[in-house]
């Protein structure tokens, strides 16, 4: 997480390849409490615009968070925090991801869906934000 502009505009990292896996037992309890931690961190963060960073990078399919979860964060995210999402980048899609949201894509809003950008590598990003002020775990690096 960082901060850029007059430093009240929040960047969110979220890194994929950190998800738990989807074989765990007790799989759908832990991905309901990391979106209620998630929405909470959000909901405190966010003061103005804001923007999240999806690495999907060094992510195997097991980690990757299922349709149905997404769509349930989509809806439980209020108002105000889509309306203050400025963009939110892909980093490193891969075909099921680009597939998933290809799919959704008219069932979300049109506004939404403007938001979303993909990104095929990180020098790509630099060129998008400040990297100062963001972290990228050395597996996604490499």
Known sequence: ?????????????????????????????????????????????????????????????????GLGWMKKCYQMIDRRLRKNLKSFIIVHPSWFIRTILAVTRPFISSKFSSKIQYVNTLSELREMIPMEYVHIPDSIVK
Request: charge should be negative; glycine fraction near 6%; include cysteine.
């Open 1 to 65: 997480t960082g901060y850029y502009g007059d430093g009240v505009n929040a960047i969110i990292v979220f890194a994929a390849c950190f998800l738990p896996d989807s074989s765990r037992t007790d799989y759908n309890y832990v991905m309901e409490n990391l979106f209620l931690y998630v929405i909470s961190t959000l909901e405190l963060m966010v003061a103005e615009d804001y923007m999240i960073v999806y690495l999907n990078g060094a992510t195997p399919r097991r980690r990757m968070p």
